[in-house]
């Protein structure tokens, strides 16, 4: 999903053992800048991949008499996914006090 941002199941489950053995004051749990640039690289080559297979899909559907092509949207290429990601994974850094090493 692009409208959200957060980390794997595996950081959860770290996170939830620091909590429940009240190990929080002794341990903390940082993601390396790295880690975080390379989620949101992820996100956008996703993003790209999908938009384009989309508008593969849309092309084969054109012919059909039951499609309506012109009721078929594609996102606007003028949309700056790079920059949305971004904004979403400082909101959820943020929110969740996530240190961020």
Do not use: W
């Not at 980390?7 to 800048?33: H, M, R, T, W």
């Not at 993003?47 to 949207?73: F, M």
């Not at 790079?82 to 090493?101: K, L, Q, S, V, W």
């Amino acid at each position: 999903m692009y409208n959200s941002f957060s980390f794997g199941s595996p950081y959860i489950k770290v996170e939830q053992f620091i909590k429940e053995n009240k190990l929080g004051e002794d341990v903390a749990l940082a993601v390396p800048e790295m880690v975080i640039a390379e989620l949101k690289q992820q996100k956008q080559r996703s993003y790209q991949k999908d938009i384009q297979d989309l508008k593969k899909i849309v092309s084969r559907l054109k012919g059909l008499p039951h499609i309506n092509a012109y009721e078929l949207k594609i996102p606007d290429d003028n949309f700056n996914c790079a920059e949305f990601i971004e904004n979403e994974a400082h909101r959820y850094i943020t929110d969740n006090g996530i240190n961020a090493a």
